[in-house]
């Protein structure tokens, strides 16, 4: 099993419409949490990041961490053709020194239709 | 500044060639990563430096080699590469790497590296 799991998709919505991604964990001493979007032939880009559970928000986007059922989530209101892109979630527990490594989800192909 | 820089962008070598990938950023950043990322699958970690000096070594093929010359450069060294290390690889940088475990890296666009 892996550490992370996280539906690769592809993920196909009409513009305009909410999006919802999901990864789920095995680690419960996973604390740190991170999204990440990627544009075909880029580098990821950090998203949003929170601790432990709870929600947070950020204009179109609202990341929602809950601890007791391992699982994450990343919610995009009126999506726009521009936020087609994979989707990554990763997370991390640096008290296990680990050392600043981020244990990264497989990536959500996200399509948004005009 | 708040980039992380890549060169080159795209790398062809042969399998007997020696070459190397450059990452710089000059966010003040103490902690530098390099990742390997092959098509439709998430990145994985190969090294990490913190404050110059190699922390984590994923355990990695000897025909990888990093360098830290200073805080604001990272280089990977390629020798005898097989064709299946053909993959986008990834340079990141964090403020430490405690921030960057917390809160994410920066990542740069890139190197896509073909080997022939």
């Known amino acids: 099993q892996k550490e992370v799991e996280q539906d690769p998709g592809p993920l196909s919505v009409p513009e305009g419409a909410i999006v919802s991604l999901n990864c789920t964990y095995s680690n419960s001493a996973f604390q740190y949490f991170m999204w990440y979007r990627q544009y075909s032939r880029k580098g990821p880009e950090l998203l949003m990041y929170?601790?432990?559970?709870g929600n947070k928000e950020d204009g179109r986007f609202t990341a929602q961490v809950d601890k007791s059922s391992k699982y994450i989530s990343l919610f995009i209101r009126d999506s726009q053709p521009s936020d087609s892109a994979t989707y990554l979630c990763a997370m991390s527990d640096f008290t296990d020194n680990q050392g600043g490594k981020l244990i990264f989800g497989q990536g959500t192909e996200l399509s948004v239709k005009p | 500044d708040t980039e992380v820089t890549q060169t080159p962008k795209h790398l062809v070598m042969g399998m007997t060639n020696k070459k190397s990938l450059k990452c710089e950023q000059h966010m003040g950043h103490r902690a530098m990563y390099w990742y390997k990322q092959k098509a439709k699958k998430p990145p994985e970690l190969m090294f990490v430096?913190?404050?110059?000096?190699?922390?984590i070594n994923e355990s990695v093929p000897s025909r990888f080699s990093p360098e830290c010359p200073n805080s604001s450069l990272l280089n990977l060294h390629l020798h005898a590469l097989q064709p299946e290390d053909s993959a986008l690889y990834l340079c990141a940088s964090s403020q430490d790497i405690r921030v960057g475990a917390n809160y994410g890296y920066t990542f740069g666009s890139g190197t896509r590296l073909t080997v022939v």
């Open positions: 430096y913190s404050y110059e000096k190699l922390s």
């Open positions: 929170t601790y432990s559970s």
